[in-house]
């Protein structure tokens, strides 16, 4: 299976950019699914994900600002960046994984991720 991010770019802040991330040899309507970012010098943080009935969760910092959805029919997955700020800068990831978890969809572990694509914000 191969995830592939595209979307990312270059933004002021205020602006929007929608991500996507579309997958090949797996379906995302039975997957869990996720999205992740890194800045310079920081840990990677979860953002968003959702799971295979549609579940959705958010970092308190991108709630009301950041969504996530899915296209079955395209299996590609999104996440729509609004209101964005210069601290959303950095490579944003997207992952996938067929089994559940009790652990927080930001902690769980992943089987395949995304190379990455580039956020930018500037203020």
């Known amino acids: 299976a191969q995830l592939v991010e595209s979307g990312g770019g270059s933004v002021q802040a205020g602006g929007s950019l929608r991500l996507s991330c579309a997958a090949s040899?797996?379906?995302?309507?039975?997957?869990?699914m996720g999205w992740f970012r890194q800045a310079p010098g920081k840990q990677r943080e979860g953002v968003a994900a959702?799971?295979?009935?549609?579940?959705?969760t958010y970092a308190d910092s991108v709630k009301g600002r950041f969504t996530i959805s899915q296209n079955n029919d395209k299996n590609t997955q999104y996440l729509q960046m609004n209101m964005l700020e210069h601290e959303d800068t950095g490579i944003y990831y997207c992952?996938?994984?067929?089994?559940?978890?009790?652990?927080?969809?930001?902690?769980?572990?992943?089987?395949?991720w995304g190379q990455g694509t580039q956020v930018t914000v500037s203020s």
């Open positions: 040899g797996l379906t995302y309507s039975t997957y869990y």
């Open positions: 992952a996938a994984d067929p089994r559940a978890s009790e652990r927080h969809p930001f902690s769980r572990a992943y089987h395949f």
């Open positions: 959702i799971t295979p009935d549609g579940t959705t």
